[in-house]
């Protein structure tokens, strides 16, 4: 299965401000989607990143706060733009086909 | 509105028992299960799924249980070992869908020596 090496691993970052992060698969995946998990919930999928066309959002996540982008089958970028606190949570890449899929392993983003 | 539901947000088991981690479903539309495993700092590892022409499926110590009518699956570890403590996911696919992953809010099991 594929491996994905994601970063950064963690970051404290001001409000306002924007963070990207980096998705590297080691082999081309189909699919590669972005998740959000916040404490005590389950991993909620923000968007499957589209390669070479716009990312399709789920319902509430739009583009202008977490634009997504895949130039190619091994790397995709998500940004959180114009941060809050709300955003403050773990965010991971995952990659693969329907029969496996392979996560990264986490950003941890803390928003003061 | 809860597609997948684990309603166990914890489970301790003794070394050596069995360990049973539950999951529910509402959509008769989903056609592929699967059971991840993830530790603290770690993204989430697949550890064993199931599509739905199965009602069984075992991969060594685990084994995972789909009950299509009652939309249920279970994942069984036997025997349980303390490397085993982590917080288990179950996730979902949908018929024809575009493949994305819904899951479960998760089971944190301990196992204790």
């Known amino acids: 299965s594929a491996v994905i090496s994601q970063k950064p691993s963690r970051d404290i970052c001001q409000r306002g401000t924007s963070l990207t992060i980096q998705c590297q698969v080691d082999?081309?995946?189909?699919?590669m989607f972005w998740y959000r998990q916040q404490p005590g919930q389950s991993l909620t999928l923000i968007a499957t990143a589209n390669q070479g066309s716009e990312a399709t959002y789920e319902s509430g996540f739009v583009i202008d706060k977490f634009p997504i982008s895949r130039p190619n089958l091994t790397f995709s970028t998500l940004t959180v733009s114009n941060m809050s606190p709300e955003d403050s949570s773990i965010y991971l890449c995952s990659g693969g086909g329907r029969y496996g899929y392979t996560f990264g392993s986490g950003t941890r983003l803390t928003v003061v | 509105d809860q597609q997948v539901k684990q309603n166990s947000p914890s489970l301790s088991v003794q070394e050596g028992r069995i360990s049973i981690l539950n999951c529910d479903y509402t959509?008769?539309?989903?056609?592929?299960f699967l059971w991840y495993k993830k530790y603290p700092a770690e993204g989430p590892t697949f550890l064993i799924s199931?599509?739905?022409?199965?009602d069984k499926n075992e991969d060594g110590r685990f084994t995972v249980f789909l009950n299509k009518s009652a939309k249920h699956l279970s994942l069984h570890i036997v025997p349980s070992q303390p490397g085993d403590s982590a917080v288990y996911f179950c996730a979902v696919t949908s018929q024809g869908g575009s493949e994305k992953l819904v899951f479960g809010k998760g089971t944190k099991l301990t196992v204790n020596p």
């Open positions: 199931i599509s739905s022409i199965k």
């Open positions: 959509n008769s539309m989903f056609d592929y």
């Open positions: 082999s081309q995946v189909t699919m």
